[in-house]
């Protein structure tokens, strides 16, 4: 199972920081992903980090974002720097590097002053 | 970026009835492709990935077809928990890409 956590509201030009916590399973061995749906339900895909620490991210939001790993907690996190409205969204953790086989149950994230 | 279309956006169906999706790739994208179903207030469902190969657990009225740019997502005899939305998203590329969505509406 995968559960974010992490706040709900963000002030614009703040750094959007959430986490997803692995239960039932290792870290280890697997890619994990984030995810975005934006209120009018399109989704984008933002980035993956593999348990050793190798990342790959939208070239669209690649300056601003830095996925990592804590494979001690079982956790790997999302932080996203500069945020803007345009980056309210439903965020998903997930499994996978292709596609997420499994989703965490996401987490809103409004940012609004 | 390879973008993902899919066709119709909305749909409405009976029960029992047979329905078929279509996803369109901007680029080959070979088999590439997953299938997910999302309900309200839910994190999507993966259902299909490598374009047909069903993932563990899900019921074989759902199949998927295609290779290339042009992809299918079936769903025979409706029943009232399939009505949903269903997105494409391709994985041949970077960054991945989803499609739109198809609303699946009971008439």
């Known amino acids: 199972q995968l559960q974010e956590s992490g706040p709900g509201l963000v002030k614009p030009s703040e750094t959007l920081s959430l986490a997803c916590t692995v239960s039932?399973?290792?870290?280890?061995?697997?890619?994990w992903s984030w995810i975005r749906q934006f209120p009018g339900k399109g989704l984008e895909w933002i980035g993956y980090?593999?348990?050793?620490?190798?990342?790959n991210y939208n070239p669209s939001l690649k300056s601003r974002v830095t996925i990592s790993v804590d494979t001690s907690t079982n956790q790997f996190s999302l932080t996203l720097s500069s945020v803007t409205p345009a980056d309210t969204a439903l965020y998903y953790c997930?499994?996978?590097?292709?596609?997420?086989?499994?989703w965490g149950q996401g987490t809103t994230v409004t940012v609004s002053s | 970026d390879i973008q993902m279309t899919q066709s119709p956006s909305s749909l409405s169906a009976s029960v029992g009835d047979r329905v078929t999706i279509t996803c369109r790739a901007s680029?080959?994208?070979?088999?590439?492709l997953a299938w997910f179903q999302q309900k309200p207030g839910k994190a999507p469902k993966s259902l299909i990935y490598?374009?047909?190969s069903l993932l563990s657990g899900v019921p074989s009225k759902f199949s998927g077809s295609g290779s290339g740019t042009d992809f299918t997502l079936t769903i025979s005899s409706l029943q009232p928990e399939d009505f949903a939305t269903y997105y494409c998203?391709?994985?041949?590329?970077?960054?991945?890409?989803f499609g739109q969505g198809t609303r699946l509406e009971i008439k």
């Open positions: 039932g399973g290792s870290i280890s061995g697997y890619y």
């Open positions: 997930g499994r996978g590097y292709r596609f997420a086989d499994v």
């Open positions: 998203q391709q994985y041949s590329g970077y960054p991945r890409t």
């Open positions: 680029q080959d994208i070979g088999h590439s």
């Open positions: 980090i593999y348990y050793t620490g190798t990342t």
């Open positions: 490598a374009a047909s």
